[in-house]
Every structure is written in structure tokens, then in C-alpha cells.
């Protein structure tokens, strides 16, 4: 529950902590409350028994045992979902997305969560085969892999930049098929004429306060009309601009790259992968063709 909080207030910068949040708890208290009814109100002899569990454990704490993995699998899954529904959410929010760095998250994410997967494999084995001493070395072995590479991975990201939040999603806003293809007529108008892709930190809510519209209703004619999000949707009028600037430049004085960054890019990386993407070929290719 702690790392899907974190993730959560992380994301969603303007939610702060409240009671409520105090329900996520509830399995760990339950957890707690049984540890203490089972070690503190037994007898000395059941106590030491308690100690030697893990060679023959009784079938109560063989079934917290179960449960509690099952709690820590279930939180993740929730994490990694609502880190998967971020990622997306930045590329609908924002046309540059190389300064927001969520490397050292999805690792967090999904390292806790393949060491869950592992606790619970572990004691599958454990109950399979009688073993629970080499079932938990599985557990501490991988928990030492992934604390050692956490750190390490942490020290080289001393930041973790997260994008505001922004309107950058949408719930069916009832648009009219007549307003929306108002609206995507006012956007190419836009697009063609002032060329805001040209601005390499472009967002959705500047688009669409450019345009006049809510970033709603920009998200909503971009995903259902375009049939992309805002992302792609830039990427697609800065390489149609690249390929015009090679075009022009027939005697090749510029190079690929500084075309790129005339046309909006921000980074090498997002200028080929988006070029490689809607084009099928490289900078080069295109210009060695043309």
C-alpha cells in the first residue's frame, strides 16, 4: 500500500493525505492484531513453536502466509496500472516528453512487483514441496538484487521530473459530430497557419487555449477523429515539416539533425523514432531518395 500511495501523491500532486487513505492500512492492522493474539496471549512452549514455523508451520499461519503476498500482488497490480494510465496520460498532455524521466518509477514499480510475484511463487513451492527454508532464500536473494540495483539506478536519477497535472484526459464531453468537426476544421486551420508544433515544449492546454476550445474537447477531436494522442498528433506535422526543410535544402548545407530541432524536435531520439515511425525510413533515407 505504501508504494501505490507514493505513486498515487506522485502523480496527483494536488491529493494530499486523508483519513480515507487510512483503508489501505487495514490488511496490515488485521496482520498485526493476529500476530499479537497468537504470540502474546500463548503459552511459552507454543511461543517457541512459533520460532521453529518455518521447518513446519501451523495451517492458520501457513494461511496468512498465503494471504499476505496475495494483498501485496493485488496493490501492485493496482501501481502498475495506474503507472501504465500515466504514461499514457503524458503523452496527451505534452508534445516534448524527454525531460520527464519516469525510468527509476517504472523501475520501482515493476521491481517491487516481480519480487511479490516471487514471494508468492515461493510459497507455492514452499507448500508443494515442504521446503520454506529454500522457498524464502528465493525471497531474500531477489530482495537483495533489487535493493543493491535500486540504489545504484536512484544515485545515477537524483530527480524524479513529473509533469503537472493537466486536463490532459477526457470523459465523453457530449460534443456534437458537427461541433467536433468544427472544432478538428479550427485545428488544422491552426496547425497549418501558425505552426505551434514549431515549439518544442507545446502542451495540450496551450494548443488549446490558442485555438479558444477546452483541453477536453482538444483531447477528445485529437483521440477520436485523429485517431492519435496529442503526442503523435504534434510528431506527425513536425515530420511533415522536416521533410519539407530537406526538400528545400537540395544541396544538403544543414545537417538531418539540425533540421529536427528547427521543426519542433527537442531531442535526437524523439526526432528518428517519430521520423522512423510515420515515415518507415530515416532522415537519411529520405533525403538519399529525394
Known sequence: ??????????????????LSNLIHFIPFILAQIYGLCFF???????????????????????????????VGVFYMALTVDKTIKFNKQ????????????????????????????IVLLSYFVGFLFGDQLQANLMIYI?????????????????????????NGTYKKSGLSDEKAGEYLMTLVETMEKDQPYLDPKLSLNQLAEKIGISSHNLSEIINTKQNQNFYDFINAYRVEEVKKLILLDKEGKYNLLAHGFEAGFSSKSAYYS????????????????N
Open 90 to 117: 503524458i503523452k496527451n498532455s505534452l508534445s516534448s516528453i524527454e525531460d520527464i524521466d519516469l525510468s527509476w518509477l517504472l523501475y520501482l514499480v515493476f521491481g517491487t512487483a516481480i519480487i511479490w510475484f
Open 1 to 18: 500500500p505504501l508504494i501505490y500511495l507514493y505513486v498515487v501523491f506522485l502523480i496527483h500532486k494536488k491529493q494530499s493525505f486523508d
Open 274 to 289: 517519430a521520423f522512423k515511425k510515420i515515415t518507415g525510413m530515416t532522415p537519411a533515407q529520405f533525403r538519399k531518395i
Open 142 to 166: 531477489s530482495i537483495s538484487i533489487f535493493l543493491y540495483t535500486l540504489a545504484i539506478k536512484s544515485y545515477k536519477q537524483p530527480e524524479i521530473k513529473i509533469i503537472e497535472e493537466e
Open 40 to 70: 502474546y496471549f500463548e503459552s511459552p512452549e507454543y511461543q517457541l513453536g512459533l520460532l521453529d514455523f518455518a521447518k513446519e508451520p501451523q495451517w492458520h499461519i501457513k494461511l496468512v502466509g498465503m494471504l499476505i503476498p496475495f
